[in-house]
């Protein structure tokens, strides 16, 4: 687990650290599931998984699930630092680099700690395209054989960054909607036809997930979900 970084990084990490939370109870939130229950804040896998998301709910997310036993991979980003330094500080372990591009010590980080932790990343980052799924979650879900669980959010009354993912701030007591997908397992021979079917399987899921998530905020479905308690430990 790093801890680099310079002292205006880290300071200014625990310090977000210390807030996001507090300001994510502000939020409507809400949290359902496609299948079996797999919230890690509810500790609800008996084993890893590879927990994915769109880059542009790690503001809604990452604070809910702070000091889940999660490991969160981050690139080598220049802006990757201070994230880094903010997930340290939400309780997460990290692991920097790509999976799939000169990752190595990032992937013999992640084989290691899949061994009691779940994995988080997310696979359109870190600088897109938006919301295309990249072949790094395809490749970690075969190379660790944990399942994977893609996660959709939906978002009504929010403002837009102007950044290339459109990261959502959702406006106080705006409805917030977390939905679960189904755990889907990889089969372990990565050749490159192989990934290519999987990255595809892996893109309809997100689809899926995510706009079943905003019909959910938008209230255009009705949904079985409940409002979590914030973790003791990040309150």
């Known amino acids: 687990m790093s801890r680099s970084g310079n002292w205006k990084q880290r300071t200014v990490g625990r310090l977000v650290a210390m807030v996001w939370p507090q300001l994510t109870r502000l939020q409507n939130y809400r949290v359902g599931f496609?299948?079996?229950?797999?919230?890690?804040?509810?500790?609800?896998?008996?084993?890893?998984g590879l927990y994915i998301f769109w880059h542009e709910f790690l503001a809604v997310l990452c604070p809910k699930w702070a000091h889940s036993n999660l490991t969160l991979l981050i690139s080598q980003h220049r802006d990757g630092e201070w994230i880094n330094q903010v997930a340290l500080g939400l309780g997460y372990k990290?692991?920097?680099?790509?999976?799939?591009?000169?990752?190595?010590?990032?992937?013999?980080?992640?084989?290691?700690?899949?061994?009691?932790n779940s994995i988080v990343m997310t696979p359109d980052g870190p600088r897109g395209p938006r919301r295309e799924m990249?072949?790094?979650?395809?490749?970690?879900?075969?190379?660790?054989?944990?399942?994977?669980?893609?996660?959709?959010?939906?978002?009504?009354?929010?403002?837009?960054?102007?950044?290339?993912?459109?990261?959502?701030?959702?406006?106080?007591?705006?409805?917030?909607?977390?939905?679960?997908?189904?755990?889907?397992?990889?089969?372990?021979t990565i050749?490159?036809?192989?990934?290519?079917?999987?990255?595809?399987?892996?893109?309809?899921?997100?689809?899926?997930?995510?706009?079943?998530?905003?019909?959910?905020?938008?209230?255009?479905?009705?949904?079985?979900?409940?409002?979590?308690?914030?973790?003791r430990k990040a309150a």
């Open 34 to 48: 496609q299948a079996e229950p797999t919230d890690p804040a509810r500790g609800h896998l008996n084993s890893p």
């Open 94 to 116: 990290t692991a920097r680099g790509s999976s799939t591009r000169g990752g190595t010590a990032a992937l013999r980080q992640l084989v290691q700690s899949a061994r009691e």
């Open 191 to 231: 050749s490159r036809e192989q990934l290519e079917l999987n990255q595809i399987r892996l893109q309809a899921a997100m689809d899926e997930v995510n706009q079943a998530a905003q019909d959910w905020a938008e209230g255009r479905i009705a949904m079985e979900g409940y409002a979590p308690r914030m973790n």
């Open 134 to 188: 990249s072949q790094g979650a395809a490749y970690l879900g075969a190379k660790l054989q944990i399942p994977v669980i893609p996660v959709g959010v939906g978002v009504r009354s929010c403002w837009r960054l102007k950044t290339w993912d459109q990261a959502p701030i959702p406006k106080p007591f705006g409805q917030v909607r977390v939905l679960f997908g189904t755990k889907l397992w990889l089969p372990e």
